[in-house]
């Protein structure tokens, strides 16, 4: 089979979608052909055969940028390039994402079924913000820009979930959100197969490089408390702050805060936190195995790729009961469930796992061992190959 994978993320890796692209290519059949249509970060130095195997061709299409540009240049590219690499190659089957990268395609122009890969949508991420009764000041450039582009792109996502094509959800959740938000979309068209975790990388032991990853936590007794993730309202990282100091009144913790534009603005004494700004893909095991406690308090998830690496890392992990999370993590067993913006149950959960070491490891222990049974990568990519047999089957009863 020859597969064209539209990759608005891709390497180096920096967010979930190249994650998944990544990972999934990976474990696809060695017999399968491979084709990657992404824009190239100036950053990426590496050769594509030291990454992949030779079933794979990467074609890359302008340079990718950090700004709300980036997209829509993509999407310029697509139109060009996808309709161009299907005929060359002879494409059976094109595997999109819900960015719409293929937003001025359809199936019927380039003859051939596209399969779209819905990680959020556009209208979950704008009615979120709206609905999260904030003060614009507290949102991040990128939620303040899509609140003003949001009707436009509300428009373009309406459009392209009216086409005629097949979908993989990442969640239960996911799917029924998506029936009840777009009328125009056939049940019978969506599958549901979960996000994935590399629990080689993500692993416990990573523990181990501590001193040599980051000296700044290893002379650190107390439990670690870990948020990894943007500053961003959405991220429910005001309500986490919130939090903070009634859980210092009941425990003894150390608050580590990682990702992108973390800063100490609200001034939590420097005592008890650490801010380590971006992390490299390599040092994230580490990171996670290091910390005993891994929180996301967010407003609004699907299936968040951080908290399968986090459990994979033996983390004991709590995260607000949204979107598709408790299809994940099952109350007490692997993890604790927390309401969205409710700063007490922020602190009963931390002040809960910090003072029950016991209690801690072995959730972190069984959250591994569940990771392990239901979310590793070759058992995702298995689902989602099955799947395109599935889709072509169908495709071909048609014709």
Avoid at 161 to 173: D, E, L, Q
Wanted: hydrophobic share 40%.
């Amino acid at each position: 089979m020859k597969i064209l994978i539209l990759a608005p993320e891709f390497l180096p890796l920096r967010g979930g979608i190249g994650t998944y692209i990544v990972e999934l290519i990976k474990n696809m059949p060695k017999d399968f052909e491979v084709h990657v249509l992404t824009p190239k970060r100036k950053t990426f130095t590496n050769s594509i055969k030291d990454i992949f195997s030779d079933n794979v061709t990467v074609h890359f299409t302008g340079i990718s940028r950090d700004d709300i540009l980036n997209n829509f240049l993509f999407q310029m590219n697509c139109r060009k390039m996808i309709p161009y690499i299907v005929k060359k190659y002879n494409i059976d089957i094109v595997h999109s994402q819900s960015t719409l990268p293929d937003l001025y395609l359809s199936p019927e122009s380039i003859n051939v079924p596209i399969i779209t890969t819905i990680h959020t949508t556009i209208r979950d991420e704008i009615n979120s913000i709206k609905n999260f009764d904030t003060k614009v000041m507290h949102l991040s450039n990128s939620e303040k820009a899509m609140l003003f582009v949001g009707p436009l792109l509300k428009y373009f996502e309406n459009t392209y979930y009216s086409g005629n094509r097949h979908y993989i959800t990442v969640s239960k959740w996911m799917k029924n959100r998506f029936i009840n938000d777009f009328n125009n979309v056939n049940e019978d068209k969506i599958k549901v197969i979960y996000n994935g975790v590399n629990t080689d990388i993500f692993n416990p032991s990573e523990k181990r490089n501590l001193k040599m990853n980051f000296p700044e936590l290893s002379d650190i007794k107390v439990p670690k408390v870990l948020y990894l993730s943007r500053w961003a309202e959405r991220k429910g990282i005001r309500f986490f702050l919130k939090a903070i100091p009634d859980i210092l009144k009941k425990t003894d913790v150390h608050f580590v805060f990682a990702g992108p534009n973390i800063n100490n603005k609200n001034q939590i004494p420097s005592e008890n936190c650490t801010f380590l700004g971006y992390i490299p893909q390599n040092k994230l095991p580490c990171l996670y195995a290091s910390c005993e406690i891994f929180l996301l308090p967010s407003l609004l998830e699907n299936f968040p790729f951080v908290l399968l690496e986090a459990m994979s890392c033996e983390s004991a992990v709590i995260s607000s009961n949204v979107g598709g999370v408790s299809e994940m993590i099952s109350q007490k067993e692997n993890g604790l469930l927390i309401q969205a913006k409710n700063i007490e149950d922020i602190v009963n959960a931390v002040v809960y796992f910090a003072s029950n070491d016991t209690e801690r490891i072995e959730t972190g222990k069984r959250a591994r061992k569940i990771v392990k049974e239901r979310f590793v990568w070759n058992k995702i990519a298995s689902e989602t190959c099955n799947y395109y047999e599935e889709v072509l089957a169908k495709e071909s009863k048609t014709k």
